[in-house]
């Protein structure tokens, strides 16, 4: 049943199923099987010819990921949707799909650790160059693109930064050069920020976050056109296989129904943590979206809805006093990932983003004294009382 004329809050819990094709079962069934059995050979020689419509095997195409990957293309509204066994699976599927040997990629000057990884890795492999730029003007993106430029691959907000880039902009430079833009949405999930409206092609979200939110998956979505995602599917997805279980891709499901009442909380509790980090003597900078005076505020107010979840911030210290704020902590949680309803802090440098070099990391503004806050669903006067006494420790 499409619902494509509906609010997001709708479509987010009907798109893409009819309980009426499904025996009444009002909760997506879950297929948890690795393949389907065809009548007659002759059928099987029809669904792999693509002469009948019908599924075959768990990796090319599943009933219950079906579901996901429509509600998930209509909540980006775009054309198609595609699910991965992790957002790596997601980002290198698309990134594999987008280059060849020897092209080049525009950056967003700061990027998920293991993102930047995959980059290093296709660099020395098949020598596709990669150029970080801060996005903050069209002619510092223009200055870097190149004949073989194949894409531009933008995180906003940056990981673990905050840092937020003009989507509208950069998909505009993209045009002139017809050269694809690709967007992680994670920090943002499509209900704070929808790329493709901007003009960008592709969108890609590592759906163990907010999407997820409950902190129980790994897996990711991409969303674009339906002839790039068709051949995505038909080659990285297909032949090197980092697809979803089907039981992840119910799970995701169920996440999404709650994703716009999550984020709503979610960003509530941010706003209200952020007014009173901003206030406490041990904290030198804070960085959230919806700060008017965050430096990239009139980006915000352009295309976010909200600030979100997550707020960095720099502690007056060193790493290791980094470190014993974090150690302090009686029931926040010292984890990486983000999204869930428990609050979870780490420290990008030694962590997320230890892989990146440190002169790279200190240019990205990752220092030793930068630390991550995915504020959870808690009461966030909770939150901040736990924060808070560890700060005085300090
Ligand atoms: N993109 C972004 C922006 C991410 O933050 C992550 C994971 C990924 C892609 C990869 O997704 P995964 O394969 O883990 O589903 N970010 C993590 C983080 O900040 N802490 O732990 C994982």
Partial sequence: MSNKSKRFETTAIHEGYDAKEMLGSLSTPLFQTSTFTFDTAEQGERRFAGEEDGYIYSRLGNPTVSVLEERIAALEQGERGLAFGSGMAAVSAVLIALTKANDHIVCSSGLYGCTFGLLTMMKEKYNIAHDFSAMDSEAAIRALIRPETACIYVETPINPTMKLIDLK????????????????????????????????????????????????????????????????????????????????????????????????????????????????????????????????????????????????????GTKKDAQFLLNKLSFLKIAVSLGDAETLIEHPATMTHSVIPETVRNQMGITDQLIRLSVGLEAWEDIWEDLEQALNQL
């Fill in 169 to 316: 902009m950069v998909s505009d430079v993209a045009r002139e050069f017809n050269i694809p833009v690709v967007v992680d949405n994670t920090f943002s999930s499509p209900y704070l920020q929808q790329p493709l409206e901007l003009g960008c092609d592709v969108v890609i979200h590592s759906a163990t976050k907010y999407i997820g939110g409950h902190g129980d998956v790994v897996a990711g979505l991409v969303v674009g056109k339906k002839d790039f995602l068709d051949s995505v599917a038909m080659t990285t997805q297909k032949d090197i296989g980092g697809i979803i279980s089907p039981f992840d891709a119910w799970l995701l499901l169920r996440g999404l129904k709650t994703l716009p009442i999550r984020l709503d909380r979610h960003s509530d509790n941010a706003e209200n943590i952020f007014g009173k980090l901003i206030d406490h003597s041990k904290v030198d900078r804070v960085y959230y979206p919806s700060d008017p005076d965050h430096a990239d505020y009139p980006i915000y107010k352009k295309q976010m809805k909200r600030g979100g979840g997550i707020i960095s911030f720099t502690i007056k």
